[in-house]
């Protein structure tokens, strides 16, 4: 069982938006802003595409955002396209001897 | 330009010592607030964290693991070695090496990945 609880799937249509949740504890994504996302397609490495809740890496589109309120970290994809349709998994810091815990992964399907 | 690249066995047999190594250009582990993670993911599942290795030499074990793992480097060769010891074939997975972005706890560049099969 994953330390940070995911959707096993979410969908959606071409241009619509869509959303992913990524819950945890006040030990690990209510404690700290040191959340991440990834993008992860088959037999492929992850991608990072948001860090420290919100921040994208240079080259990753603004239609991926990321925010948190409380124990719950979201990622939200707008103008879903079908080059988005990939496993997505979020990451939190700890601060405790489980340095970084990851999220269970949600597959997304672009219908 | 960052790069890492995973190399090892394929196959190693239940009880067997496993050997990675992570070969890196691009930066320098020395460099305050770097760092080398290894992550695996078992087949079909999710990632795992396993370790991280800090630029001073500080390094971080996830506990389910700890009593198995081992990190080392080798700072002329641009290197981190991961052992895990008594392996067993739930540790299957395909094991990646990534750079951890500086004074973060995100991984910013993966390498491919090795996959790494656990069978007599």
């Known amino acids: 069982q994953s330390a940070l609880t995911q959707p096993a799937s979410v969908s959606g249509s071409p241009g619509q938006s869509t959303t992913i949740s990524c819950t945890g504890t006040?030990?690990?994504?209510?404690?700290?802003?040191?959340v991440s996302w990834y993008q992860q397609y088959p037999g492929k490495a992850p991608k990072l595409i948001i860090y420290?809740?919100?921040n994208r890496p240079s080259g990753v589109p603004d239609r991926f955002s990321g925010s948190k309120s409380g124990n719950t970290a979201s990622l939200t994809i707008s103008g879903l396209q079908a080059e988005d349709e990939a496993d997505y998994y979020c990451?939190?810091?700890?601060?405790?001897?489980?340095?970084?815990?990851f999220g269970g992964g949600t597959k997304l399907t672009v219908l | 330009q960052i790069t890492l690249k995973e190399s090892g066995p394929t196959l190693v047999k239940p009880t067997q010592t496993l050997t990675l190594t992570c070969t890196f250009s691009g930066f320098s582990l020395s460099t305050r607030g770097m760092g080398v993670g290894w992550i695996r993911q078992p087949p079909g599942k999710a990632l795992e964290w396993l370790a991280l290795?800090?630029?001073?030499?500080?390094?971080r074990y996830s506990p389910s693991l700890k009593s198995r793992l081992t990190l080392t480097k080798d700072t002329s060769k641009n290197q981190v070695v991961l052992t895990l010891t008594n392996m067993d074939p739930v540790d299957t997975a395909t094991y990646y090496c990534?750079?951890?972005?500086?004074?973060?706890?995100?991984?910013?560049?993966w390498g491919q990945g090795t996959l790494v099969i656990v069978s007599s």
């Open positions: 420290e809740v919100s």
């Open positions: 006040s030990s690990d994504v209510g404690g700290y802003n040191y």
């Open positions: 290795f800090y630029w001073d030499d500080d390094k």
């Open positions: 990451t939190s810091y700890t601060g405790s001897s489980t340095l970084v815990v």
């Open positions: 990534a750079h951890r972005m500086t004074w973060d706890y995100s991984f910013d560049y």
